[in-house]
């Protein structure tokens, strides 16, 4: 069982960053692939990106690429999201969540743990 609670979230203006985290608990945690998913008002849960049991691979939804960088520490069971040039489109609920898989995972299904979420608002 692992239990996730993300923070950093805020307010911030266009152009600005953010940086999330995620703390987990359990000893499991450094086995587990992770991932961030975010969704807006009136979406769906998308894909925002992914990070194998190492922190040697990562996935970015193509939106994201080059504007977030995903990493982690597994001696202090976190992970983080970077998030700079932020835009209003970037807005919504954050929410780390953990597969007992040790592979990159994209689909919101292939996670076993979520956290409750932490919300990002980039105004204009």
């Known amino acids: 069982q692992v239990q996730l609670v993300e923070s950093g979230g805020g307010l911030v203006q266009a152009g600005g960053s953010l940086r999330l985290s995620c703390a987990a608990s359990?000893?499991?945690?450094?086995?587990?692939?992770m991932g961030w998913f975010r969704q807006a008002p009136g979406k769906e849960r998308e894909f925002v990106a992914a990070i194998n049991w190492t922190g040697s691979r990562t996935a970015y939804a193509d939106s994201m690429k080059g504007r977030y960088t995903i990493s982690r520490d597994n001696a202090k069971n976190t992970l983080y999201l970077q998030m700079n040039s932020l835009k209003p489109e970037d807005t919504g609920v954050y929410y780390c969540?953990?597969?007992?898989?040790?592979?990159?995972?994209?689909?919101?299904?292939?996670?076993?743990?979520w956290g409750q979420g932490t919300q990002v608002t980039v105004s204009a």
């Open positions: 969540a953990a597969t007992i898989s040790g592979l990159i995972q994209v689909q919101a299904t292939d996670y076993n743990y």
């Open positions: 359990g000893r499991t945690f450094r086995s587990y692939a």
